[in-house]
Protein backbone atom coordinates (compact mmCIF):
# COMPACT_ATOMS: atom_id res chain seq x y z
CA UNK A 1 0.00 0.00 0.00
CA UNK A 2 1.37 3.34 -1.18
CA UNK A 3 1.74 6.07 1.87
CA UNK A 4 -0.34 8.82 -0.09
CA UNK A 5 -2.71 7.48 -3.05
CA UNK A 6 -4.56 9.39 -5.42
CA UNK A 7 -6.32 8.30 -8.77
CA UNK A 8 -3.89 8.96 -11.57
CA UNK A 9 -7.13 10.45 -13.93
CA UNK A 10 -7.73 11.86 -16.26
CA UNK A 11 -10.08 13.46 -14.32
CA UNK A 12 -12.29 15.24 -16.93
CA UNK A 13 -14.94 17.77 -16.10
CA UNK A 14 -16.71 20.66 -17.90
CA UNK A 15 -16.32 24.48 -17.26
CA UNK A 16 -18.17 25.77 -14.63
CA UNK A 17 -18.67 22.48 -12.28
CA UNK A 18 -17.14 20.81 -9.25
CA UNK A 19 -13.77 18.90 -9.79
CA UNK A 20 -13.69 16.62 -7.04
CA UNK A 21 -9.96 15.07 -6.04
CA UNK A 22 -9.36 12.23 -3.80
CA UNK A 23 -6.76 11.35 -1.76
CA UNK A 24 -5.99 8.71 0.80
CA UNK A 25 -2.82 7.61 3.49
CA UNK A 26 -2.09 5.36 5.63
CA UNK A 27 -0.35 6.49 8.82
CA UNK A 28 -2.58 7.39 11.22
CA UNK A 29 0.26 9.92 12.76
CA UNK A 30 0.09 12.32 9.86
CA UNK A 31 -1.41 15.79 10.90
CA UNK A 32 -0.10 18.21 7.99
CA UNK A 33 -1.78 17.98 4.40
CA UNK A 34 -0.88 19.51 1.42
CA UNK A 35 -2.31 20.28 -2.00
CA UNK A 36 -0.35 21.80 -5.00
CA UNK A 37 -1.26 22.27 -8.36
CA UNK A 38 1.61 21.39 -11.38
CA UNK A 39 1.11 22.62 -14.97
CA UNK A 40 2.65 20.91 -17.45
CA UNK A 41 6.63 21.68 -16.90
CA UNK A 42 6.44 23.72 -14.09
CA UNK A 43 7.02 22.97 -10.52
CA UNK A 44 4.45 22.65 -8.20
CA UNK A 45 2.52 25.45 -6.02
CA UNK A 46 0.71 25.46 -3.18
CA UNK A 47 -3.25 25.39 -3.62
CA UNK A 48 -4.26 24.35 0.11
CA UNK A 49 -3.27 23.16 3.34
CA UNK A 50 -5.57 21.36 6.29
CA UNK A 51 -4.75 20.60 9.96
CA UNK A 52 -7.57 19.62 10.99
CA UNK A 53 -11.19 17.48 10.35
CA UNK A 54 -13.66 19.34 8.37
CA UNK A 55 -13.89 21.48 5.80
CA UNK A 56 -11.76 24.66 4.58
CA UNK A 57 -12.25 27.19 2.13
CA UNK A 58 -10.48 29.66 0.03
CA UNK A 59 -12.23 31.47 -2.56
CA UNK A 60 -13.11 28.59 -4.95
CA UNK A 61 -11.43 25.98 -3.52
CA UNK A 62 -12.30 23.67 -0.56
CA UNK A 63 -10.08 20.94 1.28
CA UNK A 64 -11.60 18.47 3.21
CA UNK A 65 -10.12 16.23 6.07
CA UNK A 66 -11.51 12.91 7.78
CA UNK A 67 -8.86 11.65 9.75
CA UNK A 68 -11.09 8.61 10.89
CA UNK A 69 -10.87 7.53 7.40
CA UNK A 70 -7.56 8.74 6.53
CA UNK A 71 -9.26 10.56 3.33
CA UNK A 72 -8.29 14.03 1.87
CA UNK A 73 -10.30 16.09 -0.82
CA UNK A 74 -10.13 18.71 -3.01
CA UNK A 75 -13.26 20.64 -4.14
CA UNK A 76 -12.55 22.96 -6.91
CA UNK A 77 -16.14 24.99 -7.79
CA UNK A 78 -16.97 26.73 -11.01
CA UNK A 79 -14.22 24.86 -12.55
CA UNK A 80 -12.13 26.70 -15.12
CA UNK A 81 -9.72 25.38 -18.21
CA UNK A 82 -7.12 27.12 -16.58
CA UNK A 83 -7.82 25.07 -13.62
CA UNK A 84 -6.51 22.13 -16.10
CA UNK A 85 -3.09 20.81 -14.42
CA UNK A 86 -2.05 17.68 -11.97
CA UNK A 87 -2.99 18.44 -8.56
CA UNK A 88 -0.68 16.47 -5.96
CA UNK A 89 -1.59 15.37 -2.33
CA UNK A 90 1.12 15.68 0.03
CA UNK A 91 0.95 14.29 3.64
CA UNK A 92 3.64 14.42 6.66
CA UNK A 93 4.41 11.23 8.22
CA UNK A 94 5.91 10.39 11.79
CA UNK A 95 8.79 9.90 9.87
CA UNK A 96 9.65 13.24 9.35
CA UNK A 97 9.15 13.04 5.74
CA UNK A 98 6.66 14.67 3.37
CA UNK A 99 5.27 12.05 0.99
CA UNK A 100 3.40 12.85 -2.20
CA UNK A 101 0.70 10.86 -3.82
CA UNK A 102 1.47 10.27 -7.33
CA UNK A 103 -0.94 13.23 -9.00
CA UNK A 104 -4.38 13.41 -10.30
CA UNK A 105 -4.20 15.32 -13.85
CA UNK A 106 -7.48 17.66 -14.23
CA UNK A 107 -8.87 18.66 -17.12
CA UNK A 108 -11.54 21.08 -17.64
CA UNK A 109 -13.18 21.26 -21.18
CA UNK A 110 -14.98 24.48 -22.40
CA UNK B 1 11.60 38.68 -3.09
CA UNK B 2 12.28 36.01 -0.61
CA UNK B 3 12.50 32.77 -2.79
CA UNK B 4 14.39 29.48 -4.18
CA UNK B 5 17.18 29.85 -6.86
CA UNK B 6 17.76 26.59 -8.60
CA UNK B 7 20.60 26.90 -11.26
CA UNK B 8 21.20 25.68 -14.17
CA UNK B 9 17.95 25.58 -15.96
CA UNK B 10 19.04 23.16 -18.36
CA UNK B 11 22.40 20.72 -17.73
CA UNK B 12 24.01 18.25 -19.70
CA UNK B 13 26.00 15.35 -18.76
CA UNK B 14 28.48 13.35 -20.29
CA UNK B 15 29.01 9.93 -19.77
CA UNK B 16 31.08 9.37 -16.74
CA UNK B 17 30.79 12.98 -15.66
CA UNK B 18 29.10 13.84 -12.00
CA UNK B 19 27.41 16.96 -12.17
CA UNK B 20 25.87 19.48 -9.51
CA UNK B 21 22.68 21.04 -9.35
CA UNK B 22 22.52 24.23 -7.42
CA UNK B 23 19.59 25.03 -4.90
CA UNK B 24 19.64 28.58 -2.90
CA UNK B 25 16.73 29.80 -0.40
CA UNK B 26 16.78 32.95 1.00
CA UNK B 27 13.31 32.25 3.48
CA UNK B 28 14.93 31.50 6.36
CA UNK B 29 13.36 27.73 5.85
CA UNK B 30 14.96 25.15 8.00
CA UNK B 31 13.74 22.29 5.76
CA UNK B 32 15.30 21.61 2.46
CA UNK B 33 14.21 18.97 0.00
CA UNK B 34 15.74 17.47 -3.31
CA UNK B 35 13.06 15.49 -5.62
CA UNK B 36 13.21 13.67 -9.39
CA UNK B 37 10.54 13.86 -11.61
CA UNK B 38 10.05 11.67 -14.67
CA UNK B 39 7.68 12.74 -17.62
CA UNK B 40 3.94 12.03 -16.40
CA UNK B 41 5.37 10.56 -13.47
CA UNK B 42 4.94 11.76 -9.23
CA UNK B 43 7.84 13.71 -7.53
CA UNK B 44 10.19 11.24 -5.90
CA UNK B 45 12.25 12.26 -2.66
CA UNK B 46 15.70 11.86 -2.90
CA UNK B 47 17.47 13.53 -0.09
CA UNK B 48 15.79 16.20 2.58
CA UNK B 49 17.43 17.96 5.40
CA UNK B 50 15.88 19.25 8.59
CA UNK B 51 18.59 21.36 9.61
CA UNK B 52 22.29 22.71 8.54
CA UNK B 53 24.76 19.96 8.62
CA UNK B 54 22.29 17.08 8.99
CA UNK B 55 20.64 15.14 5.76
CA UNK B 56 18.73 12.02 5.01
CA UNK B 57 17.99 9.62 2.67
CA UNK B 58 14.63 9.49 0.37
CA UNK B 59 13.42 6.30 -1.62
CA UNK B 60 15.83 7.02 -4.32
CA UNK B 61 19.11 8.10 -2.82
CA UNK B 62 21.45 5.92 -4.77
CA UNK B 63 23.95 7.13 -7.13
CA UNK B 64 23.15 11.04 -6.20
CA UNK B 65 24.62 12.86 -2.46
CA UNK B 66 23.91 16.28 -1.27
CA UNK B 67 25.37 18.77 1.48
CA UNK B 68 24.51 20.76 4.30
CA UNK B 69 26.70 22.95 4.93
CA UNK B 70 25.02 26.65 5.04
CA UNK B 71 21.03 26.94 5.87
CA UNK B 72 20.42 28.71 2.49
CA UNK B 73 22.19 25.56 0.43
CA UNK B 74 21.31 22.33 -0.81
CA UNK B 75 23.32 21.25 -3.77
CA UNK B 76 22.53 18.08 -5.16
CA UNK B 77 25.45 15.93 -7.15
CA UNK B 78 24.06 13.76 -9.78
CA UNK B 79 27.12 11.06 -9.69
CA UNK B 80 28.41 8.83 -12.56
CA UNK B 81 26.81 5.54 -10.57
CA UNK B 82 23.12 7.34 -11.09
CA UNK B 83 23.12 5.33 -14.88
CA UNK B 84 19.38 6.90 -15.79
CA UNK B 85 19.81 10.98 -14.64
CA UNK B 86 17.66 12.41 -17.58
CA UNK B 87 14.40 13.57 -15.61
CA UNK B 88 13.28 17.20 -13.97
CA UNK B 89 14.97 17.68 -10.29
CA UNK B 90 12.81 20.19 -7.49
CA UNK B 91 14.31 21.98 -5.17
CA UNK B 92 11.88 22.88 -2.19
CA UNK B 93 12.53 24.24 1.28
CA UNK B 94 10.11 24.29 4.13
CA UNK B 95 10.12 26.19 7.65
CA UNK B 96 9.87 22.61 8.76
CA UNK B 97 8.17 19.71 8.22
CA UNK B 98 4.36 20.38 8.90
CA UNK B 99 4.66 23.62 7.22
CA UNK B 100 4.02 24.07 2.86
CA UNK B 101 6.68 23.58 0.62
CA UNK B 102 8.01 26.20 -1.46
CA UNK B 103 9.66 24.80 -4.81
CA UNK B 104 12.47 26.08 -7.24
CA UNK B 105 11.57 26.38 -11.13
CA UNK B 106 13.61 23.20 -11.49
CA UNK B 107 16.24 21.90 -13.63
CA UNK B 108 15.96 19.25 -16.61
CA UNK B 109 19.45 17.09 -17.05
CA UNK B 110 19.39 15.22 -19.69
CA UNK B 111 22.80 13.13 -21.22
CA UNK B 112 24.54 13.60 -23.75
Known amino acids: QKEVEQNSGPLSVPEGAIASLNCTYS??????FFWYRQYSGKSPELIMFIYSNGDKEDGRFTAQLNKASQYVSLLIRDSQPSDSATYLC??????????FGQGTELSVKP | DGGITQSPKYLFRKEGQNVTLSCEQNLNHDAMYWYRQDPGQGLRLIYYSQIVNDFQKGDIAEGYSVSREKKESFPLTVTSAQKNPTAFYLCASSADRVQPQHFGDGTRLSIL
Open chain 1, 90 to 99: EADNQGGKLI
Open chain 1, 27 to 32: DRGSQS
